[in-house]
Each structure stands twice: as C-alpha cells, then as structure tokens.
C-alpha cells in the first residue's frame, strides 16, 4: 500500500516521479472540474494549483500522518481554485455580454460602423485590433493569439482591459 504522507515527504524535496504520482492520482479531480470550467487551460491552471498545494501542504502537523487528511485538503484546494477561477468566468462573461448586447444595435450602415469606430477610437492599436477581430470578426481568443504570436491569456487581457475602457466611455 502506498504510504501518501511519503509521496507528499518526497514531493516537497523535489522528487519529479512522486510529483508525477500524485498528478496521476488526483487526474480524476482535475478532469472533471477542468470540465466544468469549459475553457482551454482549465486542466493546466488546476494542475499547477495541485503542484502548488503539494508544496505547501502542512505535514508537519499530526493529523497529516493519515491519508485521509492529505486527501482532504488537496481536494479542498482544488476545488477553492475551480470557484475562484469560475468566479472569474462569469465576471468576463457578463462583460462580454454587455458588449456584445451594445454591439447588438450597430448594423452595417455607415453611419453605425462610424459610431463604433468613433467608440474604439480611444483604444491603443492592439485592444482596438483585439476588439475588433474577437467580435466583428468572430475569432476565438486562440485564433486571434497565433495571429499576433502572443499568448491567450495576453490577449484576454487585452480584451478585458479594452472592454473596461468602453464600459466607462458608455
């Protein structure tokens, strides 16, 4: 039987094949949460959380000495990440939403094209670009990060920024 207070031991002194053991373990709890969340780097951000806690679990204390316990606080740790990251979400859905219910009235006329160009005129160069391929052009976050070789998550940033910028013009 394999004693989990050791792999936990090990793990903080850097031992990649019990790191490697316990992912393995816990892989279950990080697919179905990472499904919950319904984005790209779910399973990466919850597994980096895993590695984390590994590092910071407190074996010291006595209680810690039984599985149960270990158990117990790294699956409390992911799942105060999966809520902290779907808190997240929903905030950038709702902005998102907002935007695109605002976009809603701009038709393809000239005079609508000009108000929104009119709108974004205040972005720098590349949160206008981001904000207009994301949502005139309909590219996915992925799409938009090869095009300009940057990251997804660089350019929900952007994007979010952007979308802050416009709420308060609106």
Do not use: W
């Amino acid at each position: 039987m394999v004693n989990l207070y050791e792999k936990i031991k090990n793990c903080q002194c850097g031992n990649k094949e019990d790191i490697l053991f316990v992912l393995n373990m816990f892989e279950p709890l990080l697919n179905k949460y990472s499904r919950l969340l319904e984005y790209d780097d779910a399973k990466q951000e919850l597994t980096l959380t895993l590695i984390k806690t590994l590092q910071k679990i407190p074996i010291h204390k006595k209680n810690f000495k039984e599985d149960k316990y270990i158990i117990s606080y790294i699956k409390k740790s992911i799942i105060n990440r999966y809520v902290s990251l779907s808190k997240k979400l929903t905030k950038k859905y709702t902005y998102e939403a907002e935007f695109d219910s605002n976009l809603m009235y701009f038709n393809d006329d000239d005079e609508n094209i000009i108000e929104l160009y009119d709108l974004l005129k205040d972005l720098t160069r590349v949160e206008k670009n981001i904000i207009v391929l994301k949502y005139l052009h309909n590219m996915s976050d992925v799409e938009i990060a090869e095009l300009h070789n940057i990251s997804r998550q660089a350019v929900n940033q952007t994007k979010n920024r952007a979308l802050n910028k416009l709420k308060s013009y609106i």
